[in-house]
């Protein structure tokens, strides 16, 4: 589903992705850990498109297609979803009425018509009450004012409206006190499918508890630098990064 | 010949042509004397510094319509705000139209200027409201005074709260090459009365037309006045937009000022404060493309203690489109306990646009409360990519960030259809589909 090989990306000329490879298989979770700055982020941004990301190597490959140069508009209409680890806030613009236009724009550019009122809202009402949120919440102005949780549960609301093939959660677990975490991945887990995968990437093993991955990544100084399964993470957490750093400097 | 030579010959020919004991005789000849010594103001003028009217002025304009044009009502229908019931006040080309008005004299007056100073019994009205609060040193106004003939009046008398919004529409059908208009209108609502005003210039040809224009207000003890001016014009034609409102204690006036079309457009909005606990709105938004120009010219006279100002405007710029703000607020030395507040937010889509901001705060009370604050800036890149990444293109997500950022100065619309004809005014000024509820 996403084949990304020898992949570079810099942003204001310092490369910060540095050959970096990764194959996602539908059906799959995989968990990509690894310390602060090594590059998380930015390999996430890079695969849901972000522009400022400049991509100088390498390709990222989905479903056979290459999209290292699509926007990032086309790549969601493709399935590709992003957790943002920080939620832009947009006052103005109601979480409802934005999740509205996400996917009727998704539907327009697939030829589809506009998903009827009543079946949008019948949608809403289900996917929110999956995530425990409350209908007044949706009517607030997009991510303006929330709390650190309430920004990640809405990011998995909307994911859950979108129904992507491939999810990318961006350190969705911080902010998030356990019981919440507890909603969110129970709301993941009951979207996975054969047919969809999930990257999922963390800092705590906490989370992998919940949503329980297939392979587990280190990624490090932007490169992928160790993988295994989901017995590495346990590893990681006990021993924390510096064997790693030792090994790879070694 | 120049415009200016034009509009004194012109004036002799009225002159002639008014009743023997026209009530305005004095105040005109005073005010053409004001014209002519003064002419049209120019970029040396601080107040006109970033506003030309050289290119306004150029056309042949015919003063009087000569031609007249009937229209019907199903071809200007979309200007009006035909889903709810309102009285209206319509002019075509300058001229009356019956046909196109609802007009009404039943607890109320909604006519014409035209009656208004022929008949009698709105003689003591004009006495004690016409050419008092406008400014008689104004160039453009008193041209404007000097040709008082038509325009529209409006009296709410005491305790009358007028359920149907009034529509003032003003057609120019291009039967002239180039026109020229001067309405004049004066409101007057009396003590503890309340009214909702939208106000509308529209040009249906690409033929020329200068619309100067000059609107009195008088919003008595406790009354509520809002005002809605909706510019959306075509490329053709300009306006120059003079309103003068006066307030008596406790009272609430508010003007909204929504900007999209026309080729040059000016509004000097004054306020002045005769009471106490009176409140001041000043809004608008401007969304301007294609060497548009749009020049806010705001005053607020704090000439009373405890009175209230806000101003919001808001302002989206591209392709060489110029916008000015200019907001002054003054505070008299006996006017304590002021709460005056500005802000000017305005965002460039590119770097082709320009915006001149200047707040100017002249307080002589030390007891006061006053704000302002003006930005410049760009849609933010983060809020565009969080847009596209969930499937939004972008010129979608452009224009719902643009329009999120203009859209809490509608939240202070009373009248919910003109809050839903404004928001398809800025769908369609920003080419993206709004079909929801935002
Ligand atoms: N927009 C940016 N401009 C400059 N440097 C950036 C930008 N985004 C990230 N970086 C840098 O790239 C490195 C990787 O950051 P990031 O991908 O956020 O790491 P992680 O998510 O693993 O903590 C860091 O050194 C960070 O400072
Ligand atoms: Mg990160």
Redesign the interface.
């Known amino acids: 589903m996403l084949k990304i090989e020898n992949l570079h990306a810099s942003v204001e000329d310092k490369e910060i992705l540095k050959g970096l490879g990764i194959e996602v298989k539908p059906g799959e979770v995989h968990a990509i850990m690894g310390p602060n700055g090594a590059g998380k982020s930015t390999l996430s941004s890079v695969i849901a498109g972000r522009e400022e990301f400049e991509v100088t190597e390498g390709t990222i490959e989905f479903n056979g297609e290459d999209i290292t140069e699509m926007e990032a508009d086309e790549r969601a209409h493709k399935g590709i979803f992003m957790s943002f680890q920080y939620p832009v806030e947009i006052p103005g613009i109601s979480v409802t009425n934005f999740i509205k236009t996400a996917i009727n724009e998704t539907r327009k550019a697939k030829g589809l018509e506009e998903m009827p009122a009543n079946e949008m809202l019948k949608k809403i009402k289900e996917k929110a009450a999956l995530l425990d949120i409350d209908m007044k919440f949706l009517s607030r102005s997009l991510n303006e004012g929330f709390s650190g949780g309430e920004k990640k549960r809405n990011e998995i609301f909307q994911m859950a409206m979108l129904e992507p093939k491939l999810a990318i959660l961006d350190e969705t677990d911080s902010g998030l006190d356990i019981d919440a975490l507890r909603i969110v991945a129970n709301g993941v887990n009951k979207l996975k499918s054969n047919d969809n995968a999930v990257v999922v990437i963390t800092h705590y093993q906490r989370l992998l508890d919940y949503i329980v991955p297939d392979y587990v990544h280190v990624l490090f100084d932007g490169k992928i630098v160790k993988s295994g399964t989901k017995e590495l993470a346990l590893e990681l957490e006990a021993k924390g990064y510096d064997w790693i750093k030792q090994e790879v400097t070694a | 010949m120049s415009l200016k030579d034009k509009l004194a010959t012109s004036y002799m020919v009225l002159e002639n042509q008014i009743a023997k004991n026209d009530p305005l005789s004095d105040i005109r000849s005073k005010a053409i004397q004001q014209f002519e010594n003064q002419g049209f103001p120019t970029k040396k003028e601080e107040a006109w510094k970033y506003t030309s009217l050289n290119s306004v002025l150029k056309p042949d304009y015919n003063v009087f319509a000569k031609k007249e044009k009937a229209i019907e009502y199903k071809d200007v229908k979309p200007y009006f705000i035909h889903d709810i019931e309102t009285y209206k006040i319509v002019f075509i080309d300058g001229i009356y139209s019956s046909h196109l008005s609802e007009t009404s004299h039943e607890g109320l007056d909604v006519c014409l200027m035209s009656a208004a100073l022929s008949k009698p019994k709105y003689k003591e009205v004009i006495d004690t409201y016409f050419n008092k609060v406008a400014k008689e040193d104004d160039s453009l106004t008193a041209l404007n005074t000097a040709f008082t003939k038509e325009g529209a009046y409006i009296y709410i008398p005491k305790s009358k709260v007028v359920e149907k919004p009034i529509e003032i529409i003003h057609f120019a059908t291009g039967v002239e090459d180039a026109l020229m208009l001067q309405p004049r209108n004066l409101v007057v609502v009396e003590e503890n009365a309340q009214v909702q005003i939208i106000e509308r210039h529209q040009s249906l040809t690409s033929h020329p037309v200068l619309t100067n224009v000059v609107t009195e207000m008088f919003v008595g003890k406790n009354a509520v006045l809002d005002y809605y001016k909706i510019q959306n014009d075509l490329e053709s034609a300009s306006l120059i937009d003079n309103t003068y409102i006066s307030q008596e204690g406790n009272s609430n006036a508010s003007v909204h000022t929504f900007s999209f079309g026309g080729k040059l457009t000016r509004n000097n909005l004054n306020y002045y404060h005769k009471g106490e606990y009176i409140d001041s709105t000043l809004k608008g938004i401007t969304i301007l493309n294609d060497k548009q120009h749009v020049d806010h010219y705001t005053l607020v006279d704090h000439a009373a203690p405890n009175c209230e100002s806000h101003q919001d405007y808001k302002g989206i710029f591209s392709e060489k489109s110029v916008g000015v703000f200019n907001g002054k607020i003054l505070v008299d030395r006996i006017a304590q306990k002021t709460n005056a507040f500005q802000q000017n937010n305005n965002i460039l889509l590119d770097d082709t646009a320009t915006i001149n901001t200047k707040p100017q705060l002249e307080i002589f009370a030390d007891d006061v409360k006053c704000s302002h604050g003006c930005t410049i800036g760009q849609l933010?890149?983060?809020?565009l990519?969080?847009?596209?990444?969930?499937?939004?293109?972008?010129k979608?997500?452009k224009g719902?960030?643009t329009?999120?950022?203009?859209?809490?100065v509608l939240e202070s619309v009373r009248i919910p259809e003109v809050q839903k004809r404004i928001n398809k005014l800025i769908a369609n000024k920003l080419g993206i589909n709004l079909?929801?509820?935002?």
Not at chain 2, 386 to 394: A, D, H, M, Q, T
Not at chain 2, 403 to 408: D, M, V
Not at chain 2, 435 to 438: A, R, Y
């Open positions: 933010d890149p983060e809020a990519f969080y847009l596209k990444s969930r499937g939004i293109p972008e979608e997500a719902l960030l329009y999120a950022f203009a859209n809490n079909g929801l509820d935002f």
